[in-house]
């Protein structure tokens, strides 16, 4: 298993922009569904948008047409660009293979939207 490297995180006020990125080696990426996660304080670990290696994407309700999730499988990274962030954006925010176990859980990128 492979762990991936989130960074991009960071303070931003209500209604701002952040992306964030993810880094995950191995050949086997571009094979791969990914999907970004998040986990705030006190509650589970919840799946925010996903895509296939095609390009077909999801979003959870709460961020779809806020929240972007794009990939560039030549330099194996998982981007989330989000927009209009709310306060109940703030969480650490993770990137994982949904539908399988080939990479690991990474340490996460804290995101705290200020009000």
């Known amino acids: 298993q492979v762990q991936p490297v989130e960074s991009g995180g960071g303070l931003v006020q209500s209604g701002g922009s952040l992306r964030l990125s993810c880094a995950a080696s191995g050949s086997s990426f571009r094979y791969t569904a990914m999907g970004w996660y998040r986990q705030a304080p006190g509650t589970e670990r919840e799946l925010v948008a996903r895509?296939?290696?095609?390009?077909?994407?999801y979003y959870a309700t709460s961020v779809k047409g806020r929240f972007t999730i794009s990939r560039d499988n030549a330099k194996n990274t998982l981007t989330l660009q989000m927009n209009s962030l709310k306060p109940e954006d703030t969480a650490v925010y993770y990137c994982?293979?949904?539908?399988?176990?080939?990479?690991?859980w990474g340490q996460g990128t804290q995101v705290t939207v200020s009000s």
């Open positions: 895509i296939t290696p095609g390009g077909y994407t």
């Open positions: 994982k293979d949904p539908f399988s176990d080939r990479f690991n």
